[in-house]
C-alpha cells in the first residue's frame, strides 16, 4: 500500500513540476521566436482560429447532443440518412 504524501512533500513537489513546466515554456517561447525571426515572419502570439463546425460544441446544443447521443443506434443511423440528403 502506498502511504500518503506529506503536506510539505507535495508543496514542494507542485513548485517543482511548476519551475520545471515554467522552465519549458520559455524555452518553447524562445525557439518559436527565434525560428519566426529567421524565417522573417513577424512574432506574435499564437491565436487559435475558430473551426467553421464550431457551433456545435456551443452551449446551446448540448441539449440535442445528449438526446441524439442516447437514442437507439438504428434511429440515429435513419437520422443520418435523412439529414445527408
Not at 34 to 50: I, K, N, S
Not at 57 to 69: L, Q
Amino acid at each position: 500500500m502506498i502511504s500518503p504524501r506529506d503536506d510539505h512533500e507535495v508543496q514542494r513537489l507542485l513548485a517543482q513540476w511548476k519551475q520545471i513546466d515554467d522552465e519549458a515554456g520559455r524555452a518553447a517561447t524562445a525557439r518559436r521566436h527565434h525560428v519566426l525571426q529567421a524565417t522573417g515572419r513577424p512574432v506574435d502570439e499564437y491565436a487559435f482560429r475558430e473551426k467553421p463546425n464550431d457551433w456545435v460544441h456551443r452551449d446551446w446544443m448540448r441539449p440535442i447532443r445528449f438526446v441524439y447521443r442516447n437514442i437507439p443506434q438504428g434511429v440515429r443511423l435513419q437520422i443520418k440518412k435523412r439529414l445527408v440528403k
